[in-house]
């Protein structure tokens, strides 16, 4: 186990929740891993979640290019009226 | 008598044959929507300009034939094109689409009602435009008249679009030809810059309405403004959700916010980023709001829609120093209200709070605001739609074909937070009982009037969910008329479940239907006017579940 993981064990769910969508965000790597299997990425690189936050996992949509993830994380994607 | 055959003749010779159509596909596709509808499209006839127009309408005078008129069709979530009475003739008026004046100075532009959002985006931005237009949430091809025609909301200042617009030219059910206001008087200098004109004022009758065509339409454009931010605020607790709306409409009645200003709760967002999590759930429905929570707190902390409700201000000002002084002031009022605030500019993020929560990953999020996205049309939010699809949603979205169920309910309720708790709980009461998601907006139309937007959205392919969501409409519908929150727009769904007036408004407006239209020619039953046996209600599918 590496530094990151050791540190990823020690947070509470919620940030390590918070640290997997950030890594997601930035690594691309990471977020080539995730769209392929969520609770195999997050599990190999140590993020301890219990049965919520797997169903919370499962529910999010990891899919799509980084251009569409882009697009839809944007405030732009949203039309306020 | 209806004579059909009669008048399809009389249109071929008016519109030429290939502007008429009678094959299966065409009326098929016209008799689609985003819900269960039972009423038949006996053709579809497209006229290219007004004289067509007019000799359309005489036309079906003669042979007794109906016909409905739409622009360009797009009427999503409150029947699209298909007619509140069965065997109506569809007259498309996509191909009268021009942009006949515009100025710039004074911040107007003339259209007829097949121009779409799209075309008049790239029109403006052709010329250089300083000004914009109020888009919807729609698709960027549907019609600003047609939009406008039904009172529709829009962003920007001019966010009341119906309140924005002047100078109809509208050809009548029996033919002749009227302009409101001023463009009454040949050479009026203020035709198009002003509401009134002199003496009775016509605009209305023909909004919401079956008693003319309009075929012409001045819409008035708003300036870019000089600095431009966006406020967003965040709440968690439902509780304060109505001291939030106090707040916000005293600001409103105070000046602030003068244009857009919506706020939305979670499942409103989530619909527009994704579809629904059928692994997550097993394929179970609805969504319980507790799965959706925990995305929320968990992967989605900092992003601006981790919240349970929130909202957003579009703030238009003269100057970079105005804009900071409203800033101050609205930190101020809303400091206390909200878990998170913040205001983004071509700068960045500026954060007044943001509970629970890291800034700096926030800001990324956030990105800049330069304002580039001001009046530029955009088909993203057509992805809710394919909410409960379980096929991914397509490049070319077009709810009517995939059998997307979608059914809008759009109380308007005073500007007040205890209303709107109430209003709120009676929508939320009725979605959860039938198994729906509740997707909610609470737009600002004015300083004293908010509208509910609430989307029944489901999938039309699942048996019984037509059946389902009817119910839930109506029952839903029924309740908030009965608390005094009357719908401010209607669809075919709904034209049939107004109740009767209890003053002398429908005798009144029967007689104008007689008046304006003797033959009951336009658009029979259209928003309850000279409906046969109901007002509308017939318009609507069978329930199935």
């Known amino acids: ?81 | 008598m209806n004579d059909l055959a009669g008048a399809l003749e009389a249109w071929r010779g008016i519109v030429g044959p290939e502007h008429v159509l009678t094959d299966t596909a065409t009326l098929s596709a016209a008799g689609s929507a985003t819900f269960a509808t039972a009423n038949r499209v006996r053709a579809v006839i497209r006229p290219g300009n007004r004289e067509e127009v007019r000799s359309c309408v005489r036309a079906a005078n003669e042979h007794r034939a109906p016909i409905y008129p739409v622009s360009t069709g797009k009427n999503w979530g409150y029947g699209s094109r298909v007619p509140p009475a069965d065997g109506s003739v569809l007259m498309e008026l996509r191909r009268l689409d021009r942009i006949t004046d515009y100025d710039e100075k004074l911040a107007y532009v003339t259209v007829e009602p097949g121009v779409t959002f799209r075309q008049l985006r790239g029109f403006l931005r052709g010329e250089g435009s300083n000004l914009m237009l109020s888009v919807t949430g729609s698709t960027p091809d549907s019609s600003p008249v047609g939009n406008a025609l039904e009172r529709g909301a829009g962003s920007g200042p001019y966010a009341d679009r119906a309140a924005h617009v002047c100078g109809l030219e509208v050809v009548l059910p029996t033919g002749e030809v009227v302009r409101t206001g001023f463009g009454r008087f040949g050479g009026a200098k203020t035709a198009k810059l002003h509401r009134w004109g002199v003496g009775p004022h016509l605009d209305g009758l023909f909004a919401q309405s079956n008693l003319g065509i309009v075929t012409e339409m001045t819409m008035w454009l708003a300036p870019m403004p000089d600095y431009f931010q966006s406020c967003f605020f965040g709440l968690d607790d439902e509780a304060r959700l109505p001291d939030l709306v106090d707040a916000l409409q005293t600001l409103k009645l105070r000046g602030l916010f003068r244009a857009g200003l919506t706020v939305r709760n979670d499942f409103n967002v989530l619909v527009r980023m994704q579809q629904y999590p059928w692994g997550a759930l097993d394929g179970a429905t609805p969504m319980p709001p507790g799965l959706l929570e925990r995305m929320r707190r968990g992967f989605w902390r900092d992003a601006w829609w981790g919240s349970l409700w929130i909202g957003w201000a579009e703030l238009h000002h003269a100057s970079r120093e105005q804009g900071l002084a409203e800033r101050k002031i609205i930190e101020e009022a809303l400091g206390d209200k909200v878990d998170r605030l913040a205001f983004i500019d071509a700068e960045g993020a500026t954060f007044s709070r943001w509970e629970g929560g890291d800034t700096e990953a926030a800001a990324g999020y956030f990105g800049r605001e330069d304002g580039s996205s001001l009046g530029v049309p955009g088909d993203e939010n057509i992805r809710s739609a394919y909410w409960r699809k379980k096929t991914p949603v397509p490049e070319d979205m077009d709810p009517d074909r995939d059998r997307c169920g979608v059914i809008f309910c759009v109380p308007a309720v005073p500007f007040e937070g205890r209303h709107v708790r109430v209003a709120l709980d009676i929508v939320s009461d009725a979605l959860a009982k039938h198994g729906f998601e509740p997707i909610l907006i609470v737009g600002a139309i004015s300083e004293r009037v908010v509208y509910l937007n609430v989307d029944i959205t489901y999938d039309r392919d699942v048996a019984g969910e037509d059946g389902r969501a009817l119910k839930c409409h109506d029952e839903m519908l029924g309740r908030l008329i009965g608390a005094g929150y009357v719908p401010y727009r209607l669809g075919i769904q709904s034209f049939g479940l107004l109740p009767e007036p209890h003053d002398d408004t429908g005798g009144l407006l029967n007689a104008l239907k007689r008046t304006f239209d003797p033959n009951n020619i336009l658009a029979p039953g259209r928003y309850g006017l000279g409906a046969e046996g109901s007002r509308g209600g017939q318009a609507r599918g069978r329930e199935q579940g």
């Open chain 1, 1 to 81: 186990m590496n530094n990151e993981e050791e540190e990823v064990k020690g947070m509470s769910n919620q940030g390590a929740m918070q640290q997997l969508t950030d890594r997601f965000m930035n690594d691309a790597g990471f977020r080539e891993e995730m769209r392929q299997d969520p609770e195999g990425a997050a599990e190999r690189s140590g993020y301890e979640l219990d049965e919520e936050d797997r169903q919370a996992l499962k529910g999010v949509d990891w899919s799509g290019t980084d251009q569409e993830l882009k697009e839809r994380v944007s405030k732009y994607s949203i039309r306020w009226c």
